[in-house]
Nanobody
């Protein structure tokens, strides 16, 4: 079974940057896509970014496109979310998730989830 552990969350000023990491363990020999989802105060969890197994295809929600970058290092079994030009509306708990084969933007497709890491943006 795949295990996911997020880290790197914290408090940052608007306009600043933060990089989240997600360490993956378990059956990493199987091809899997990774995604980042977030849930802000009073909101439902929503898609933020996803990346395929090889790492050459990425997908972003319109709300983060141009500001966030997802990447992965399979040798380190880690996926990253580089967050730039942060806004107050980016405040949320960020979750890392994994699914077999192709990347999608639907959280219902993902089978494994991390515990989440809090990102708070102030102004």
């Amino acid at each position: 079974q795949v295990q996911l552990v997020e880290s790197g969350g914290g408090l940052v000023q608007a306009g600043g940057s933060l990089r989240l990491s997600c360490a993956v363990s378990g059956y990493t020999m199987s091809p899997y896509a990774l995604g980042w989802f977030r849930q802000g105060p009073g909101n439902e969890r929503e898609f933020a970014a996803a990346i395929n197994w090889i790492g050459d295809r990425t997908y972003y929600a319109d709300s983060v496109k141009g500001r966030f970058t997802i990447s992965r290092d399979n040798a380190k079994n880690t996926v990253y979310l580089q967050m730039n030009s942060l806004k107050r509306e980016d405040t949320a708990v960020y979750y890392c998730a994994a699914k077999f084969l192709d990347a999608t933007m639907n959280q219902g497709d993902y089978n494994y989830w991390g515990q989440g890491t809090q990102v708070s943006v102030s102004s």
